[in-house]
């Protein structure tokens, strides 16, 4: 071979590698330019079956008819040309010009049956089986609509001998499914698809192809579970695949009809390219269909004028893209209507587009940027207070029992109350009634309460309300009024105002309530506030502890007082609101047990009072506490309570904290099947509230480390994936690390060393700043083994050094030891400088772990250190002889091959002496009767292998079966009369 045809083929198999799509494609058709300069046959057709498959799996299949007509006309004319796997791929690759056709409206129907006639004619004159021919039969009568021809085209598919010509299992399982799932037959189908979905059959397409194929009737099935985690495995295989594209139409679809348009959006936009251009006209028409569902259910839900991804630099609204997108696929259905003589295709279509929800919402655990509120619809946008006022026309309730109503739930503490006094002032509003004061005054109180997110509306209403109050005459009130109003002006700008305000509230209070003119509830409440301003201010006082501890006596004070006044109405509350924050001072002072109890005790106060709802706020500080400090039972325990409590009432965000609280402590103990499902409803209920960068963030680090040590890798990868930024950039660098480490866990089983590494990485960069390094020296040892395994040499012997040194700063021997001997693996299997780089590494490994061994006390360090030692005496001396370029024999006429075995010899004998265990021991053993019986000492080899034998006796196990049948193939070999070298 010529070095220009050398470089050639080394060129192909770079490319064969290469990412799929229009590079690949261009590199491809540049090879066979180059091969067919050098006048040599076999490299041009190795060049073009290379070209026909990068064109195969791009959007540019239409290019490949023309390489592969030239290829058989190659084969036609000189067969002497192919060899045995030239023949194999020129028919292998029939296959696919001839189905590949199906997908062209501007292919006769005749020339795709004459060509379906010549494959079969092919295959029966190479001997191959009819099978493939069948399965191209019965694609195209399905595609027509013939389901009479595409049934027995089925039948003798299926029936037909398999052979080396015949798809994978797993191809031919997804088309048995989809038939089944076109027919409605989901359970069949599904069926059908299981041992593709179990891992048992898969293909470069396979099981992404099944996996997005499975995900609607699943969800018809009622199996969501499943259908989720067939979305989130599938759509990271699929994604940015130009060759499948109906596949990731199909994830868009999915969520288009499951309540994640957002999602749906965020895969859309990965793909717009794919909107407009070219490409196999009918895997357009199936992503272009999926596009569809999802702007047309997005227009539905009143989102038309929301810009949408588009090609290029242009933006559309979604209903823009709707016209264009259905006008496109309209016109190519029709292409190939017109060419089958059928309407199938459009028929198909139109029942696609008319797809309606399946469920409302199916949690996925991956980020989507939630949709904005829907466009605003007078009929149909009424407020819960409207409503409530509807309702009670209907009734024929007056404002009188409105009003009744609402106070009602003020004096049980309902969180509906709120909305009970805004349906009082739009009735009022409506009907031209005018308030009184006091009612005036109620409707402003709980308005400005429930509005405390924006602190200076709600001062103004609060303000309002103190005044409507002592028009009221009701001055008890109206001074608690100024004590909430106080409140909502620290929270609006600096503390000092409003404290002074808090102040004279209180004084007013205290004076009012000696009059027994203000209740011990409103003192207290007006108190407690107070003590909340001043909390806001510890961070910025000049000596933080004292000004904690004088809050924390105020808020004792106000225990004492409301303690001597418990039997009065809704004191017992108060002393629990008094007893809840008490608690938070006292955590915040380090005394974990003494706040544990003041929350429970909250808890308990709430219940005893009957408001069980109130009783939320106790068990969640309780959960919180405890999951910070160690006690996950408790805190698991606790917000359990909270969430029972709270059914019903929680707003999304309190109930996605509380659940990924739950989540994590689950996840704390083990428990981590229940842990995933709660952390995935947290996101959920994280992405409802808008906090999906914090508490979403959290939920999903949770939930991705969950499925992780479940072994549900690629769910977990995906979970992650989209994590991260959330992590970044609301959270702390611990949780940013834990997610990196655990990707680059799940990168690892899923094959993606590469990636892996770089994750390891990332996450080491920052634990290199951190004080304690042992995460820093973990996360470089395994960014060096997933370098290692991705074949990077150089980077992965620079990250074993880094991680060698780490490990000898930390004083862990033992992980220097792995490192050493990892790089001196590397070393040898990349040959620079070889074999005299890799034993210096050995030899560092074995004179670490000696030295560590000789100064070690402790018998459990000293028998670790032990079992590290003999290991690396017995690497060593399997290292020296896989590295040996010669074997002792004839050939070896300097003695050197004989010397290095005689070394390797020397050191698994030591391994032998050194190890502790007897599997271990026996191990070596067998391992130097094969190093004796190279030098040609067959009795010194048959003696160690009879050792083996006697130590294990007729002992039963799988270790005792398997070391036995090795010491038998040594004493095999020794019998031999000129045994070759053992392998």
Same mark, same amino acid.
């Given at each position: 071979?010529?070095?220009?045809?050398?470089?050639?083929?080394?060129?192909?198999?770079?490319?064969?590698? &290469?990412?799929?799509?229009?590079?690949? *494609?261009?590199?491809?058709?540049?090879?066979?330019?180059?091969?067919?300069?050098?006048?040599?046959?076999?490299?041009?057709?190795?060049?073009?079956?290379?070209?026909?498959?990068?064109?195969?799996?791009?959007?540019?299949?239409?290019?490949?008819?023309?390489?592969? %007509?030239?290829?058989?006309?190659?084969?036609?004319?000189?067969? $002497?040309?192919?060899?045995?796997?030239?023949?194999?791929?020129?028919?292998?690759?029939?296959?696919?010009?001839?189905?590949?056709?199906?997908?062209? %409206?501007?292919?006769?129907?005749?020339?795709?049956?004459?060509?379906?006639?010549?494959?079969?004619?092919?295959?029966?004159?190479?001997?191959?089986?009819?099978?493939?021919?069948?399965?191209?039969?019965?694609?195209?009568?399905?595609?027509?609509?013939?389901?009479?021809?595409?049934?027995?085209?089925?039948?003798?598919?299926? /029936?037909?001998?398999?052979?080396?010509?015949?798809?994978?299992?797993?191809?031919?399982? *997804?088309?048995?499914?989809?038939?089944?799932?076109?027919?409605?037959?989901?359970?069949?189908?599904?069926?059908?698809?299981?041992?593709?979905?179990?891992?048992?059959?898969?293909?470069?397409?396979?099981?992404?192809?099944?996996?997005?194929? %499975?995900?609607?009737? @699943?969800?018809?099935?009622?199996?969501?579970?499943?259908?989720?985690?067939?979305?989130?495995?599938?759509?990271?295989?699929?994604?940015?695949?130009?060759?499948?594209?109906? #596949?990731?139409?199909?994830?868009?679809?999915?969520?288009?009809?499951?309540?994640?348009?957002?999602?749906?959006?965020?895969?859309?936009?990965?793909?717009?390219?794919?909107?407009?251009?070219?490409?196999?006209?009918? %895997?357009?028409?199936?992503?272009?269909?999926?596009?569809?569902?999802?702007?047309?259910?997005?227009?539905?839900?009143?989102?038309?004028?929301?810009?949408?991804?588009?090609?290029?630099?242009?933006?559309?609204?979604?209903?823009?893209?709707?016209?264009?997108?259905?006008?496109?696929?309209?016109?190519?259905?029709?292409?190939?209507?017109?060419?089958?003589?059928?309407?199938?295709? #459009?028929?198909?279509?139109?029942?696609?587009?008319?797809?309606?929800?399946?469920?409302?919402?199916?949690?996925?655990?991956?980020?989507?940027?939630?949709?904005?509120?829907?466009?605003?619809?007078?009929?149909?946008?009424?407020?819960?207070?409207?409503?409530?006022?509807?309702?009670?026309?209907?009734?024929?309730?007056?404002?009188?029992?409105?009003?009744?109503?609402?106070?009602?739930?003020?004096?049980?503490?309902?969180?509906?109350?709120?909305?009970?006094?805004?349906?009082?002032?739009? /009735?009022?509003?409506?009907?031209?009634?005018?308030?009184?004061?006091?009612?005036?005054?109620?409707?402003?109180?709980?308005?400005?309460?429930?509005?405390?997110?924006?602190?200076?509306?709600?001062?103004?209403?609060?303000?309002?309300?103190?005044?409507?109050? $002592?028009?009221?005459?009701?001055?008890?009130?109206?001074?608690?009024?100024?004590?909430?109003?106080?409140?909502?002006?620290?929270?609006?700008?600096?503390?000092?105002?409003?404290?002074?305000?808090?102040?004279?509230?209180?004084?007013?209070?205290?004076?009012?309530?000696?009059?027994?003119?203000?209740?011990?509830?409103?003192?207290?409440?007006?108190?407690?506030?107070?003590?909340?301003?001043?909390?806001?201010?510890?961070?910025?006082?000049? &000596?933080?502890?004292?000004?904690?501890?004088?809050?924390?006596?105020?808020?004792?004070?106000?225990?004492? @007082?409301?303690?001597?006044?418990?039997?009065?109405?809704?004191?017992?509350?108060?002393?629990?609101?008094?007893?809840?924050?008490?608690?938070?001072?006292?955590?915040?002072?380090?005394?974990?047990?003494?706040?544990?109890?003041?929350?429970?005790?909250?808890?308990?106060?709430?219940?005893?009072?009957?408001?069980?709802?109130?009783?939320?706020?106790?068990?969640?500080?309780?959960?919180?506490?405890?999951?910070?400090?160690?006690?996950?039972?408790?805190?698991?325990?606790?917000?359990?309570?909270?969430?029972?409590?709270?059914?019903?009432?929680?707003?999304?965000?309190?109930?996605?904290?509380?659940?990924?609280?739950?989540?994590?402590? @689950?996840?704390?103990?083990?428990?981590?099947?229940?842990?995933?499902?709660?952390?995935?409803?947290?996101?959920?209920?994280?992405?409802?509230?808008?906090?999906?960068?914090?508490?979403?963030?959290?939920?999903?680090?949770?939930?991705?480390?969950?499925?992780?040590?479940?072994?549900?890798?690629?769910?977990?990868?995906?979970?992650?994936?989209?994590?991260?930024?959330?992590?970044?950039?609301?959270?702390?660098?611990?949780?940013?690390?834990?997610?990196?480490?655990?990707?680059?866990?799940?990168?690892?089983?899923? &094959?993606?060393?590469?990636?892996?590494?770089?994750?390891?990485?990332?996450?080491?960069?920052?634990?290199?700043?951190?004080?304690?390094?042992?995460?820093?020296?973990?996360?470089?040892?395994?960014?060096?083994?997933?370098?290692?395994?991705?074949?990077?040499?150089?980077?992965?012997?620079?990250?074993?050094?880094?991680?060698?040194?780490?490990?000898?700063?930390?004083?862990?021997?033992?992980?220097?030891?792995?490192?050493?001997?990892?790089?001196?693996?590397?070393?040898?299997?990349?040959?620079?400088?070889?074999?005299?780089?890799?034993?210096?590494?050995?030899?560092?490994?074995?004179?670490?772990?000696?030295? /560590?061994?000789?100064?070690?006390?402790?018998?459990?360090?000293?028998?670790?250190?032990?079992?590290?030692?003999?290991?690396?005496?017995?690497?060593?001396?399997?290292?020296?002889?896989?590295?040996?370029?010669?074997?002792?024999?004839?050939?070896?006429?300097?003695?050197?091959?004989?010397?290095?075995?005689?070394?390797?010899? &020397?050191?698994?004998?030591?391994?032998?002496?050194?190890?502790?265990?007897?599997?271990?021991? #026996?191990?070596?053993?067998?391992? /130097?009767?094969?190093?004796?019986?190279? @030098?040609?000492?067959?009795?010194?080899?048959?003696?160690?292998?009879?050792?083996?034998?006697?130590?294990?006796?007729?002992?039963?196990?799988?270790?005792?079966?398997?070391?036995?049948?090795?010491?038998? #193939?040594?004493?095999?070999?020794?019998?031999?009369?000129?045994?070759?070298?053992?392998?």
């Amino acid at each position: 071979m010529t070095a220009a045809a050398h470089e050639i083929h080394q060129a192909l198999e770079e490319n064969r590698s &290469a990412r799929n799509g229009t590079v690949r *494609n261009a590199r491809a058709e540049e090879l066979v330019a180059l091969a067919e300069t050098t006048g040599d046959r076999p490299l041009l057709l190795d060049a073009l079956f290379d070209l026909v498959s990068a064109y195969e799996y791009s959007s540019e299949r239409a290019k490949m008819f023309v390489p592969f %007509s030239r290829l058989l006309r190659m084969w036609d004319e000189h067969p $002497e040309d192919f060899g045995e796997r030239a023949v194999y791929q020129l028919h292998w690759r029939f296959k696919w010009v001839s189905t590949g056709m199906i997908g062209y %409206s501007d292919i006769p129907l005749e020339s795709i049956r004459r060509w379906l006639v010549e494959m079969g004619r092919r295959y029966a004159l190479g001997g191959y089986s009819q099978r493939p021919v069948r399965a191209a039969e019965y694609s195209l009568a399905r595609h027509t609509g013939d389901m009479a021809a595409a049934a027995r085209s089925l039948a003798a598919w299926t /029936a037909a001998d398999r052979d080396i010509m015949s798809d994978c299992r797993a191809c031919e399982l *997804n088309d048995e499914g989809e038939w089944h799932a076109d027919l409605g037959e989901d359970e069949l189908a599904v069926a059908a698809w299981a041992p593709v979905l179990a891992g048992e059959h898969s293909c470069q397409e396979e099981p992404h192809r099944v996996l997005a194929l %499975s995900l609607l009737p @699943l969800v018809r099935l009622g199996r969501t579970d499943e259908a989720r985690a067939n979305h989130l495995r599938g759509y990271r295989l699929a994604r940015g695949n130009e060759s499948l594209l109906p #596949s990731i139409g199909r994830h868009i679809e999915f969520c288009a009809l499951t309540g994640n348009e957002a999602r749906g959006l965020e895969i859309l936009a990965e793909h717009t390219v794919h909107l407009e251009g070219d490409g196999t006209p009918l %895997s357009r028409l199936h992503f272009l269909g999926a596009a569809a569902v999802l702007v047309r259910r997005l227009t539905a839900l009143g989102h038309g004028d929301r810009p949408v991804p588009a090609p290029g630099a242009t933006t559309r609204t979604a209903a823009e893209l709707l016209v264009r997108t259905e006008a496109t696929i309209t016109r190519l259905a029709r292409g190939f209507d017109e060419r089958n003589g059928t309407d199938t295709v #459009s028929t198909w279509v139109t029942e696609r587009l008319g797809s309606t929800p399946l469920l409302d919402r199916l949690p996925l655990g991956v980020r989507a940027a939630r949709l904005p509120e829907k466009a605003p619809a007078a009929a149909a946008d009424a407020s819960s207070a409207d409503a409530a006022v509807d309702s009670a026309a209907d009734r024929g309730d007056d404002l009188t029992e409105l009003i009744a109503r609402a106070r009602e739930l003020s004096r049980a503490q309902r969180d509906t109350a709120y909305r009970a006094w805004v349906a009082v002032g739009r /009735a009022a509003d409506r009907t031209g009634t005018p308030l009184d004061p006091m009612v005036r005054a109620e409707v402003a109180d709980h308005a400005g309460m429930d509005g405390l997110d924006d602190p200076p509306a709600a001062l103004a209403l609060l303000t309002a309300a103190a005044a409507d109050y $002592e028009a009221a005459g009701e001055y008890g009130e109206a001074a608690a009024c100024r004590g909430r109003a106080a409140y909502a002006m620290a929270l609006a700008g600096p503390a000092q105002p409003a404290l002074a305000a808090a102040d004279a509230a209180c004084e007013q209070l205290r004076e009012l309530h000696a009059k027994e003119r203000a209740t011990t509830r409103q003192l207290t409440g007006a108190l407690l506030l107070r003590a909340r301003i001043r909390l806001g201010t510890i961070g910025q006082a000049a &000596a933080p502890r004292a000004a904690a501890a004088a809050v924390e006596a105020e808020v004792s004070d106000v225990l004492v @007082l409301a303690e001597a006044h418990r039997d009065e109405d809704r004191v017992l509350g108060r002393i629990a609101d008094a007893t809840c924050l008490l608690g938070r001072l006292v955590a915040g002072r380090g005394d974990v047990r003494g706040a544990a109890e003041a929350f429970t005790r909250a808890s308990a106060l709430q219940q005893e009072a009957g408001r069980p709802w109130l009783a939320v706020e106790g068990e969640a500080m309780l959960a919180e506490l405890a999951l910070n400090h160690g006690d996950p039972h408790t805190a698991a325990r606790a917000a359990r309570s909270a969430l029972d409590l709270g059914a019903g009432f929680l707003t999304p965000a309190h109930h996605a904290h509380l659940l990924t609280v739950l989540a994590q402590a @689950l996840a704390d103990t083990g428990q981590d099947d229940e842990a995933a499902d709660q952390a995935l409803e947290g996101a959920h209920w994280a992405d409802e509230a808008g906090d999906g960068e914090d508490t979403g963030g959290w939920a999903r680090l949770v939930l991705g480390g969950a499925l992780n040590r479940l072994g549900r890798a690629a769910e977990a990868a995906a979970v992650l994936e989209t994590a991260l930024p959330d992590l970044r950039a609301a959270h702390h660098e611990g949780r940013v690390v834990q997610a990196r480490w655990w990707l680059g866990e799940c990168l690892l089983q899923l &094959a993606e060393p590469r990636e892996a590494a770089e994750q390891f990485l990332l996450a080491a960069e920052i634990a290199k700043e951190w004080e304690e390094q042992q995460d820093h020296a973990n996360l470089a040892h395994l960014a060096a083994d997933a370098l290692n395994r991705a074949g990077l040499d150089d980077q992965a012997v620079q990250a074993y050094e880094r991680a060698e040194q780490l490990w000898r700063a930390l004083g862990r021997t033992p992980a220097v030891v792995r490192a050493l001997r990892a790089r001196a693996w590397i070393e040898l299997r990349a040959g620079r400088p070889g074999l005299p780089a890799a034993r210096r590494a050995m030899e560092s490994a074995a004179r670490t772990a000696a030295a /560590a061994l000789a100064a070690a006390t402790d018998e459990h360090e000293r028998d670790m250190l032990r079992a590290d030692l003999a290991d690396t005496h017995l690497q060593t001396g399997q290292l020296l002889v896989r590295g040996c370029p010669g074997e002792p024999g004839d050939t070896d006429t300097d003695g050197s091959a004989r010397a290095v075995y005689e070394e390797a010899l &020397a050191h698994t004998g030591r391994a032998v002496s050194t190890y502790g265990s007897r599997d271990d021991r #026996s191990a070596a053993q067998l391992v /130097a009767a094969w190093i004796e019986a190279d @030098l040609g000492r067959r009795d010194a080899a048959g003696d160690r292998a009879r050792a083996v034998l006697a130590d294990y006796g007729d002992e039963e196990g799988e270790t005792a079966d398997r070391r036995r049948a090795e010491a038998g #193939s040594v004493l095999d070999h020794t019998k031999q009369p000129d045994a070759d070298p053992a392998p």
